[in-house]
């Protein structure tokens, strides 16, 4: 299902219209930069991502109406695509730490609020395993129980399962986090 | 009862009426699951506490404009979409005179117009402002044959322009209106006005009301191949514009304007659905008209993305400041006296606000600050 969610970036076909496509973007569109918000963390940056969700979804539902498989696919395409970028950003990191100055550890001082910044939470997602991820950002960007079964093509009991285990791991890596 | 599941005991949090009573009533007897529970939401707590996302989404008619301007340009998709730069450059400047709300009234008209003629998709989300002189606005109309047009335009016309048609319609003729409340049922504009007004400023004297305004500029085959056939249009308003008197007694003399617009918002469309000229290349056709004046091509290259930013002509003479109102950029325009001054500057929502009057900027920045 992952694939799915890989941005296709082919152009569209010339003359293409977009007319059919508005209403369902101008809808959808808060929810999937909300959802980008809470991974990526930066304003800019989670309306890059919107934008890339969109086009991919112009191809896929170029005439989308009122589908709430479209509408659950472009929640879940923010999630991914979301942490797409910051798992990207997370090896830029780790490329740029190996050839520079290692930087010495935070000591014992530094905060509980340190470790809940956004760069903080931000890698801690990226290190979440990707559906765990996926389910907490769908979740507490306002998706029901229904919704993001849909967006994850799980059933909904199951939902309770993985945002439980998804909520534990996120605590973990909050508290244990590795500093740069 | 064996004790609750800890995917239930989360769902509790979130959906309690999802969850059957039989395990509710477990929960109420039993300290081993309370205790999971406690733990469950904090875990939730913290989990929505760090992931929360900020009320403010983007401005969505400028995304939907990049968007269709990435689907519809061959390879575009494999760009970011490029957005205005937030940092705009400061600079104080020295040109000629204008006054009283003939300011405002010019900056908002000037500005709109040329925004929509220097972008294809367009949807100003700040202003900024370009410094102008004669000689560029004697340019701009040789360029695009509007000398033909000063006068009264009527509610709707055309006329053929350089490179193409252009036409316009209005939803209505402009009019006065008895009340604020008749002028924001007739735009659907909220118009807060001042608590305090500066001295010698008197009670509101006449509200007039522009209905939207609708422009198009059709390319024929002497735009070039890359804008030809292709369709611009604009739209812009409907506006509220507030005039106020004097304390002297003198009904006729105005001394304080206020102005509310909503944006001009532009579209391009091809020939026969096709998509049409991009922004990009619209613009660099626009810019590239023989006879513009380098110094403001250059000034207008400065505002770095032009499909967000609206212009605001500052004439020869005049002194320009950047401000900011309501955490949006504002461009505060006065005379070297102070005689008169005016400000403008673009909401989060969308509407374009104008101050202006004859009154120095301390006075004119004071009213927009109340209504920013």
Redesign the interface.
């Known amino acids: 299902m992952e694939a799915s969610f890989v941005t296709d970036l082919r152009s569209s076909p010339p003359g293409a219209s977009f007319s059919g496509f508005e209403r369902f973007f101008r809808e959808e569109y808060p929810a999937v930069v909300r959802i980008a918000f809470g991974v990526v963390g930066d304003a800019q940056a989670a309306q890059d991502v919107a934008q890339d969700v969109f086009i991919s979804a112009f191809k896929r539902f170029p005439e989308p109406g009122d589908s709430d498989h479209a509408r659950a696919w472009v929640r879940a395409a923010a999630a991914h695509t979301a942490l797409n970028a910051i798992r990207g950003e997370r090896r830029r990191e780790r490329r740029q730490r190996s050839a520079a100055v290692e930087v010495p550890a935070a000591g014992p001082e530094e905060t509980v609020l340190d470790a809940e910044s956004r760069t903080e939470v931000r890698r801690a997602l990226s290190r979440l395993p990707r559906k765990a991820a996926a389910v907490l950002v769908l979740r507490h960007n306002g998706l029901s129980y229904a919704e993001v079964a849909e967006a994850m093509n799980v059933k909904v009991g199951h939902v309770g399962t993985m945002l439980r285990r998804a909520e534990s791991a996120l605590r973990k890596e909050l508290q244990n986090a590795p500093r740069t | 009862m064996r004790h609750v599941p800890?995917?239930?005991?989360?769902?509790l949090e979130?959906?309690p009426m999802?969850v059957p009573d039989v395990a509710r009533r477990h929960l109420d007897d039993c300290r081993r699951c309370q205790a999971q529970s406690t733990e469950?939401a904090?875990?939730?707590a913290?989990?929505?506490?760090?992931?929360?996302?900020?009320p403010?989404?983007?401005d969505?008619d400028l995304?939907?404009i990049?968007?269709?301007d990435?689907?519809?340009?061959?390879?575009?998709?494999?760009r970011?979409?490029v957005?205005p730069s937030r940092r705009m450059p400061r600079r104080l400047v020295n040109v000629s005179v204008g006054a009283g709300s003939a300011v405002v009234a010019s900056v908002l008209a000037v500005g709109a117009a040329a925004a929509a003629v220097l972008t294809t998709v367009y949807a100003p989300t700040q202003v900024a402002p370009v410094r102008i002189n004669a000689n560029d606005l004697h340019a701009i109309e040789n360029i695009m044959g509007i000398s033909r047009l000063s006068g009264d335009l009527g509610p709707s016309g055309s006329t053929q322009l350089t490179f193409g048609k252009l036409s316009w319609s209005s939803a209505g003729p402009a009019q006065q209106v008895a009340s604020l409340a008749r002028a924001s049922a007739m735009t659907h504009l909220a118009f807060p006005t001042p608590a305090t007004l500066p001295s010698g400023v008197g009670a509101i004297g006449r509200i007039t009301v522009q209905p939207q305004v609708t422009a198009t500029v059709r390319f024929s085959q002497n735009a070039g191949p890359a804008v030809a056939g292709s369709t611009l249009t604009i739209t812009a308003g409907p506006a509220i514009a507030v005039q106020y008197a004097s304390t002297s007694g003198r009904s006729n003399l105005m001394t304080l304007a206020i102005v509310a617009a909503r944006r001009p918002v532009a579209s391009v469309k091809?020939e026969?659905?096709?998509?049409g000229a991009t922004a990009s290349q619209l613009e660099t056709f626009l810019l590239s008209r023989p006879g513009l004046p380098a110094d403001l091509v250059q000034e207008i290259r400065l505002l770095g993305n032009p499909a967000s930013v609206l212009p605001v002509p500052v004439p020869s003479g005049l002194w320009e400041l950047k401000e900011q109102i309501g955490g949006a950029p504002a461009v505060l325009v006065t005379d070297p006296n102070g005689f008169a001054s005016g400000v403008i500057w673009e909401s989060g929502d969308g509407i374009l606000h104008g101050v202006g009057g004859l009154l120095d900027k301390q006075d004119v920045f004071n009213v927009a600050r109340q209504i920013g």
């Open positions: 800890s995917p239930v005991l989360r769902r979130d959906e999802a469950i904090a875990d939730a913290l989990a929505a506490r760090v992931l929360a996302a900020p403010e989404v983007g969505i995304e939907w990049l968007l269709q990435r689907l519809s340009r061959p390879g575009a998709a494999r970011p979409a957005r091809g026969g659905g096709a998509s």
